[in-house]
T-cell receptor, first 111, second 116 residues
Framework: RKEVEQDPGPFNVPEGATVAFNCTYS??????FFWYRQDCRKEPKLLMS???SGNEDGRFTAQLNRASQYISLLIRDSKLSDSATYLC????????????FGAGTRLAVHP | DGGITQSPKYLFRKEGQNVTLSCEQN?????MYWYRQDPGQGLRLIYY???????QKGDIAEGYSVSREKKESFPLTVTSAQKNPTAFYLC???????????????FGPGTRLTVL
């Protein structure tokens, strides 16, 4: 079983749609959580951190359920520019800050 | 202009050759990391360094070597012992707050290595 699992997609949605991605993690020692965005053949860039109480940044909302070891990302009013791969990332804090990456969920927003 | 730079952007290597990938950062970060990314897989950690003159193996260190002689630089050598080196290589850095969950990693633009 992978440590961080995501549906690879692709999710094909029209502009203006709302889309949700889910992610599950297996290590209960995970202490912090992130969503990164990666454009085709580019480096990952931090989209947002995920807090226990849930957090929102504009059209993006992230939720964390520690009991179920489950993270979600909701994108409202999708734009063409949202087309990318979204990586779920878990931080296991210890001697160093180890990041465990999911393989990503691909989103394609069409006109 | 602060950030992380990697060079070259594309690299072609013949089998049996060693190649070195450059990673430089001017963010004054203590920690630096090397990952590789293969299609359909998450990033996997090759090596990391929390401070100058110190580095540790990650999950897939076999066939790779690194050095950390300067805070700003963390070059990665892909040796001929690496059986399947064709991949996208990403360097990252962070402030280096070991034990703190808010230590965010920032990535360079990557080097795409192809073995011919």
């Amino acid at each position: 079983r992978k440590e961080v699992e995501q549906d690879p997609g692709p999710f094909n949605v029209p502009e203006g749609a709302t889309v949700a991605f889910n992610c599950t993690y297996s290590n209960s020692a995970s202490q912090s959580f992130f969503w990164y965005r990666q454009d085709c053949r580019k480096e990952p860039k931090l989209l947002m951190s995920v807090y226990s109480s849930g957090n929102e940044d504009g059209r993006f909302t992230a939720q964390l359920n520690r009991a179920s070891q489950y993270i979600s990302l909701l994108i409202r009013d999708s734009k063409l520019s949202d087309s990318a791969t979204y990586l779920c990332v878990v931080n296991i804090v210890g001697g160093y800050n180890k990041l465990i990456f999911g393989a990503g969920t691909r989103l394609a927003v069409h006109p | 202009d602060g950030g992380i730079t990697q060079s070259p952007k594309y690299l072609f290597r013949k089998e049996g050759q060693n190649v070195t990938l450059s990673c430089e950062q001017n963010l004054n970060h203590d920690a630096m990391y090397w990952y590789r990314q293969d299609p359909g897989q998450g990033l996997r950690l090759i090596y990391y360094s929390q401070i100058v003159n110190d580095f540790q193996k990650g999950d897939i260190a076999e066939g790779y070597s690194v050095s950390r002689e300067k805070k700003e630089s963390f070059p990665l050598t892909v040796t001929s012992a690496q059986k399947n080196p064709t991949a996208f290589y990403l360097c990252a850095s962070s402030i280096g707050l070991a034990g703190y969950s808010t230590d965010t990693q920032y990535f360079g633009p990557g080097t795409r290595l192809t073995v011919l």
